[in-house]
């Protein structure tokens, strides 16, 4: 599913991140890792919006050559969101919908879903941290992914709207959608699913 191939990442030659060879197979994959080991720059590297070394490929098709291809089936939901203040969480979803080509049906049941009716005209500066994590989460979702990385996606979030998480990605999962979430949350007995678990450590990945 996810194959990465001498990977490095370096801030002003400092390495960050050193992967000689990795492959994330279908399923969900639970990466670990202190504060600064690294897994939020992963993340951001994986879903193309960060610039590393090396080789990232993504169900056959590989982010350098190939990135709006790619970026249509790899969703991503960062730790700490933030959205241009200027817009509503309306102009926002209907913008990255658009992006991802998904239908009007799938916009509106995630809207329901994660109930974001009441406050979705709003701007997006007035919103809570709750509020705009339900946005990032929502747009994750969006189109037809085959991965989504999902980056401490239970911070901030309410109870209801975590179990509304736990039934999209049970749904998205029986489809065929792989997921990678770096949480400190142990979420493994709540899902009731088989994760994988990665562990961040010595500027590189293992499995745990």
Same mark, same amino acid.
């Given at each position: 599913m996810l194959q990465v191939e001498r990977f490095k990442k370096e801030y002003s030659d400092?390495?960050?991140l050193n992967v000689e060879n990795l492959h994330f197979e279908e399923g969900i994959?639970?990466?670990?890792?202190g504060n600064g080991s690294g897994k939020s720059t992963f993340f951001k590297c994986v879903a193309?919006?960060?610039p590393y070394k090396g080789k990232i490929v993504c169900s056959g098709i590989e982010l350098s050559n190939a990135p709006v291809e790619y970026k249509m089936q790899v969703n991503y939901a960062q730790a700490e969101p933030v959205f241009p203040s200027s817009l509503s969480g309306k102009h926002v979803l209907e913008y990255f919908a658009a992006l991802k080509k998904a239908s009007k049906e799938q916009l509106g049941y995630l809207i329901e879903k994660f109930g974001m009716d009441s406050f979705l005209n709003q701007s997006?500066?007035?919103y809570s941290s709750?509020?705009?994590k339900k946005l990032a989460l929502a747009i *994750?979702?969006?189109g037809q992914p085959k991965l989504v990385l999902l980056d401490e996606p239970f911070n901030a979030?309410? *109870?209801i709207s975590r179990d509304v998480l736990f039934e999209l990605m049970e749904t998205e999962r029986q489809r065929g959608c792989s997921f990678l979430l770096s949480t400190h949350h142990d979420f493994g007995s709540e899902l009731n699913l088989k994760t994988k678990n990665w562990l961040m450590e010595n500027q590189t990945?293992?499995?745990e």
């Open positions: 400092r390495l960050i994959h639970w990466v670990k890792g193309g919006i960060s997006v500066k007035s709750g509020m705009t *994750a979702f969006l979030l309410d *109870a990945i293992i499995e």
